[in-house]
């Protein structure tokens, strides 16, 4: 179950595509049923700039069946998008609505603040290239610790897809 967790963690947090940090995330506690796993953000990082591999990294890439090439064509994957656009669908009803959904699944430690959180790492991901990747919502994500309730991630994934189908016929 947990290789499926990291699984759908990983496509969800593409899926999403995840602020002016005053400190950035560190790292991301995938949380299933009583387990909690820790990955560390900066060795994501290092993964997605040169394909290299911690050990730590390598372990869980093993647990959810996946090849570091693929997670780091994941994190590295962008898509176009113009921060005043963003901001204004994330401040619609829909966004609003997406953010709530995202923010009770990957949250603040505290689940304080959950969805400005997001809001902010979003915006600040598109601010500087007009692009979003994985990683650089991970990096600009303003608290030093991401968490993620892995037993929800279906669940909202399930959520989010029902949504985007619909988006075209929902007025922002």
């Given at each position: 179950?947990?290789?499926i967790?990291?699984?759908l963690f990983?496509?969800?947090?593409?899926a999403?595509?995840?602020?002016?940090?005053?400190q950035?995330?560190?790292k991301?506690?995938l949380k299933?049923?009583?387990?909690r796993?820790?990955?560390?953000?900066?060795?994501l990082?290092q993964?997605?700039?040169?394909?290299e591999?911690?050990?730590?990294l390598?372990s869980?890439?093993n647990?959810a069946?996946?090849?570091?090439?693929d997670l780091?064509?994941?994190?590295n994957?962008s898509f176009?998008i113009?921060?005043?656009?963003?901001?204004e669908?994330?401040?619609?009803?829909?966004?609003?609505?997406?953010?709530?959904q995202?923010?009770e699944?990957?949250?603040?430690p505290?689940?304080?603040?959950?969805?400005?959180?997001l809001?902010g790492?979003l915006?600040?991901?598109?601010t500087e290239?007009k692009?979003?990747?994985l990683i650089?919502?991970l990096?600009?994500?303003p608290?030093?610790e991401?968490q993620?309730?892995?037993?929800r991630?279906?669940e909202?994934?399930q959520?989010i897809?029902g949504l985007?189908g619909?988006?075209?016929r929902l007025?922002l």
């Amino acid at each position: 179950m947990t290789r499926i967790c990291l699984k759908l963690f990983l496509v969800m947090a593409l899926a999403t595509g995840f602020p002016l940090p005053s400190q950035a995330a560190e790292k991301i506690i995938l949380k299933y049923s009583i387990l909690r796993e820790s990955v560390s953000i900066p060795e994501l990082s290092q993964l997605s700039k040169t394909g290299e591999v911690s050990s730590s990294l390598q372990s869980y890439l093993n647990l959810a069946n996946q090849k570091p090439e693929d997670l780091q064509r994941w994190l590295n994957q962008s898509f176009n998008i113009d921060p005043i656009v963003l901001s204004e669908v994330l401040n619609s009803f829909v966004g609003k609505y997406l953010l709530q959904q995202i923010a009770e699944v990957i949250h603040t430690p505290s689940q304080r603040s959950n969805i400005e959180a997001l809001r902010g790492a979003l915006i600040s991901s598109a601010t500087e290239d007009k692009k979003i990747s994985l990683i650089e919502v991970l990096e600009n994500y303003p608290t030093a610790e991401l968490q993620v309730e892995g037993d929800r991630l279906m669940e909202l994934y399930q959520q989010i897809k029902g949504l985007v189908g619909k988006i075209p016929r929902l007025p922002l």
